[in-house]
């Protein structure tokens, strides 16, 4: 099975720019939000991903959206969560697709405008054969 | 027994105001369209483009698919237990074409 | 506890000053091996080959014939027939040196250094090679027991139970469901499970039950050669198998073998087809009544030797050991057991040293004639032995590689029972 040619994919300038067109140029602070996904993920084709974003959740404090963004992937953002007063946590799960060991940006936007984001390297290989004992 | 194409876990009775667990499994190729057959023709994609999820007919849940989510999806995320009620689980995918899955939650 | 420098010293003391023998004249050392598994086995061949006519060796051993664990998935599958499988020790009592106690070893007595067998015999020795395997927690998943393994068997050990699986698999009818719960580490030959449920997607495949579903519940968040293996399964068995990390279904909370149930903290499982409980394991029980095991159950070696960190009269071979960066693969085994006879040899009869490597090399079969493979070779330091070299498939390897793979495992599987067998 062959793939589309790497230079046809996302890069962390394309990465950057699915940022900016997402928070509207507005700037990205660093904190709150914790992305959770295995250092070495031995197989790209699903990798176990947690985002969770510290929130109370009420109405006038809440996360509207959580967006996950690659920056060796074919496209940059992978997916966008909606939340709203009604969740309880800022807390969500899925599986993921990396074409390639990169970094993975988890950004929360909040009901007050201001965008948060934690980021974190994942190598993607094939590993040998370890039994853990 | 057979499985059902998406499945949901969650607890059937809580407590008012209680934070209730919810995860659901979805059987989809995610066909991404990057995949080339064995004779070089591009195999379609093939898509879950959302999952929407209302509560007594309001939305309380949103994700949007790219081909950027792996086969198979699973989604886990939580709501707050208001009243008895319905959960309405909708996929659809980029064909149109919709799964649905109706969950009783009571709650005490 | 004996450390490797004692047994070190052990080595060199024993050598000089020849055969350490009691008060009547032992004209050979006693070597006896306990299990004739891919260790065992290829430890008495090593033996006999070697130095036979100076050695009396026994090897305790229950069965007459011997099913390899290793291909037994390719039975399964449908691919290899259950007497290919099958190798007699009668060919082993021939050997020179060599006699076959067709008897279970009950106990170690390690004051007394000998064995007790079931049948009340006493074996002495002067050195013992313990390679018994594995022995399976009936209690690791609720509601499974030895009683239930004929209705959700395990086929972790060969035989009857290979027999056993392949009976109710199948009987799986088309659109029917098997669940496979997979074990936690450490686990004997960890990509099995995974070449299994490969195997059994292909023979639904090739009898027309592509509407049956293969749920495999892993108490582990990854697995060797994750990435070739969900390769094929996608391109192969597509929507056939769901690999479930805990992430999703937890825990398995009870099974219930009479109604075929399997709960877990995602779904319940109702009346399911087939179920294959593979549990969490130790070392075989007479190792564990010798007090040979480490807190994980399992026996802690030295790298130089395979002996035994907490007996320098016992090496522990295969599976039973912890055996630092070696898998626990039959290959593994067979690469251990030729090092601890090298060693037996040397401390009785022709001291000098060489250097020491092991080596394993592991086949996952993931279709009709497709083949995947993971390699190593080991060299025993200090702390443990380490991988100093390893090989994997690619996911990018052609059909035609897949297919040599197959054929080299066809050759890798002769010569490693013919190390075993001749």
Not at chain 3, 36 to 43: L, N
Not at chain 3, 325 to 330: C, I, L, Q, T, V
């Amino acid at each position: 099975m062959a793939l589309l040619p790497r230079h046809a994919w996302a890069s962390p300038e394309l990465r950057d720019k699915a940022l900016n067109e997402l928070t509207g140029g507005r700037p990205i602070s660093d904190g709150r939000v914790t992305l959770t996904i295995p250092q070495v993920a031995e197989n790209g084709l699903s990798v176990y991903t947690t985002v969770q974003v510290d929130s109370p959740m009420t109405p006038d404090d809440h996360v509207k959206k959580i967006h996950i963004l690659a920056e060796r992937n074919p496209i940059a953002r992978l997916l966008t969560w909606h939340l709203g007063p009604r969740s309880g946590t800022a807390k969500v799960s899925t599986n993921i697709r990396l074409a390639a060991t990169q970094q993975v940006t988890a950004l929360a936007e909040m009901s007050d405008g201001s965008f948060w984001r934690d980021i974190k390297p994942v190598v993607v290989t094939i590993a040998a054969c370890i039994d853990g004992g | 027994m057979a499985l059902a194409t998406a499945r949901v876990s969650m607890p059937k009775e809580v407590g008012k105001g209680d934070i209730v667990e919810i995860k659901t499994l979805i059987r989809h190729r995610m066909e991404t369209g990057y995949r080339v057959d064995s004779v070089g023709k591009k195999i379609a994609r093939h898509i879950v483009k959302l999952l929407t999820v209302t509560y007594d007919g309001e939305e309380i849940f949103r994700m949007d698919f790219t081909q950027g989510v792996a086969a198979n999806p699973f989604v886990a995320f939580t709501t707050v237990a208001t009243q008895t009620g319905e959960l309405v689980f909708v996929w659809v995918d980029d064909k149109g074409e919709e799964v649905r899955v109706v969950k009783e939650l009571t709650v005490a | 506890m004996v450390t490797r420098r004692e047994v070190t010293a052990g080595l060199v003391a024993s050598a000089a000053a020849g055969i350490s023998a009691p008060a009547i004249a032992q004209a050979k050392p006693r070597i006896v091996v306990v299990g004739g598994g891919a260790g065992g086995a290829s430890a008495v061949r090593r033996l006999s080959q070697k130095a036979g006519n100076k050695l009396a060796i026994t090897l305790v051993e229950p069965k007459t014939v011997y099913t390899t664990c290793f291909y037994s998935n390719l039975y399964l599958g449908g691919i290899q027939s259950l007497d290919t499988l099958q190798f007699n020790y009668s060919t082993l009592g021939k050997l020179p040196g060599v006699t076959l106690a067709a008897v279970r070893a009950a106990r170690v007595d390690r004051e007394a250094r000998l064995v007790r067998l079931e049948n009340g015999a006493q074996l002495p020795y002067d050195r013992l090679v313990l390679s018994p395997g594995i022995s399976l927690d009936y209690t690791s998943v609720p509601g499974w027991s030895k009683e239930a393994e004929a209705v959700m068997p395990h086929a972790w050990q060969s035989g009857e139970q290979a027999k056993a699986l392949k009976q109710r698999f199948d009987a799986v009818p088309d659109g029917g469901l098997i669940v496979v719960i997979a074990p936690p580490n450490p686990s004997r030959c960890p990509p099995a499970p995974y070449e299994r449920v490969s195997m059994m997607a292909h023979a639904l495949q090739k009898s027309g039950r592509k509407n049956t579903r293969i749920v495999i519940l892993d108490p582990k968040d990854k697995y060797p050669k994750q990435a070739l293996f969900q390769q094929a399964w996608e391109q192969y068995y597509p929507g056939m198998i769901e690999w479930m990390p805990p992430m999703i279904f937890e825990e398995v909370k009870a099974v219930i073998p009479q109604t075929m149930t399997v709960e877990t903290g995602f779904e319940t499982y109702e009346k399911a087809d087939l179920v294959n409980v593979i549990p969490r394991q130790t070392a075989g029980q007479i190792a564990v009544d010798a007090h040979l095991t480490a807190d994980n159950g399992f026996c802690p070696t030295d790298p130089f030797t395979m002996k035994s960190l907490f007996d320098g009269n016992i090496f522990v071979l295969g599976d039973a050991s912890i055996a630092g960066d070696m898998p626990k693969s039959a290959h593994a085994a067979s690469s251990q057991a030729r090092a601890a006879a090298d060693i037996i040899i040397r401390e009785f009869l022709m001291p000098g040293a060489e250097p020491l490597e092991y080596r394993s090399r592991c086949w996952s079969q993931l279709g009709a004639e497709n083949s995947v493979f993971v390699a190593g070779r080991y060299q025993p330091t200090e702390e443990k032995i380490k991988l100093i070299e390893s090989e994997i498939s690619s996911l990018t390897d052609s059909a035609e590689t897949r297919r040599q793979n197959y054929r080299s495992s066809a050759a890798w599987y002769s010569q490693l029972t013919g190390e075993m067998f001749g």
